[in-house]
Each structure stands twice: as C-alpha cells, then as structure tokens.
C-alpha cells in the first residue's frame, strides 16, 4: 500500500485490532499511547465510513419502486441510485 493510499476496510480493522491490543497491556508511555489512541480514532472512522458505504450499495440493491432488486440495463444488481420516476418529479 503506498503511503497516501487509504487502507482497505480490512487492512484498518487488522491496525485497529492491533493497536487496541497494545493500549491494553497498559506498559506504554503517555505520549505514545495519546498518538495510538488517535490514529485508533481514525481507523475506526475510516472503517464506519466504509461500513456505510458497504450498507447503501445494499440498499441500492435491494430497492426499485416495485420492491425488487434493481438491475441495470444489462441485468446487473445496480450500485448507483436509481432516478426517481417521471411523475414524482418537481
């Protein structure tokens, strides 16, 4: 992974689990355990936001108006919203 690439939903959790394990045992120094417990902060948004992500593409899938899943035009589950119908628009 390069250093500007964001980790996958994988990779952070393994960091998070990591780290959490580390602040645990309780032998580290303030300062180090402060900088642990923030990047923990930010591998746990990181993680929710991808949660997310993960949940509305589900949704995408599970929804049209008729209650069935949405297919694009080649039958494939849809990962995009799909536009609203003609006559709900303002």
């Known amino acids: ?3 500007d690439e964001a980790p996958t939903f994988e990779q952070a959790l393994q960091q998070l689990e990591q780290i959490v394990q580390r602040l645990e045992k ?6 180090e355990s402060l900088k642990l417990y923030e990047e923990g902060i930010r591998l746990s ?3 929710h936001g991808k949660l997310e992500e993960a949940e509305g593409k589900i949704e995408m899938l599970l929804k049209d108006t008729r209650g069935e899943p949405a297919l694009d035009a080649q039958g494939r589950p849809r990962t995009r919203p799909l536009p609203p119908p003609e006559d709900e628009e303002a």
């Open 1 to 3: 992974m390069k250093p």
């Open 26 to 31: 309780g032998e580290l120094p303030l300062e």
């Open 45 to 47: 948004r990181l993680c």
